[in-house]
């Protein structure tokens, strides 16, 4: 016999809404060169799930900004423009994103604190490392492989992201929303 439905939905179901927006940023499901789910929904989607979550901690706030820009950003590219200024624009919303995030998360649902401690500070610094890499193999091709190692290694680190939303989606927060001031 099944569990019944007991009607609480815990406060930081939100995030689950932002692990499937993110979803629909980073997968291109794309027929003879047209996006079916253009990125702006994505970000749209990203956006809802933040605001949501805004009024328990400050970090929220942080990704909705965050989530806004990348919106913005995702706009002339769904067009069909494309450039290095985008690709900056969007790896910064999303680093932006995941670091304020799991900052929030953190705070609000400990039994994920260093899963998201983790995942923030490798995401970071992958998104650097990859930035660089992919800079100085313009210059130096056998860096080529680095450049793409460590953009492997970011996807690995944004998937275990997405698994943290969608786990700590289920967790109940721990007292009132802390600023970030307060995080260890």
Do not use: N
Request: aromatic fraction near 8%.
């Amino acid at each position: 016999m099944g569990e019944s439905f007991s009607g609480f939905v815990p406060a930081l179901a939100p995030l689950r809404t932002m692990a499937w927006g993110l979803l629909l940023v980073v997968v291109d499901l794309r027929v003879q060169g047209l996006d079916l789910v253009p990125d702006p929904i994505g970000w749209a989607v990203l956006l809802v799930g933040t605001l949501r979550l805004a009024p328990l901690h400050r970090g929220f706030v942080v990704a909705a900004w965050a989530s806004g820009v990348g919106l913005v950003a995702s706009l002339p590219d769904w067009l069909g423009a494309q450039g290095t200024l985008l690709t900056w624009a969007f790896s910064i919303a999303e680093t932006v994103l995941v670091f304020a995030t799991c900052t929030a998360v953190m705070v609000l649902a400990p039994g994920h604190r260093r899963g998201a401690d983790a995942i923030r500070w490798w995401d970071l610094g992958l998104t650097v490392a990859s930035a660089v890499l992919v800079a100085l193999a313009i210059q130096e091709p056998d860096l080529t492989v680095l450049a793409v190692l460590a953009g492997v290694a970011a996807l690995v680190v944004l998937v275990c992201f997405l698994v943290l939303l969608f786990r700590a989606s289920r967790a109940t927060p721990m007292g009132p929303g802390k600023t970030l001031q307060e995080i260890p």
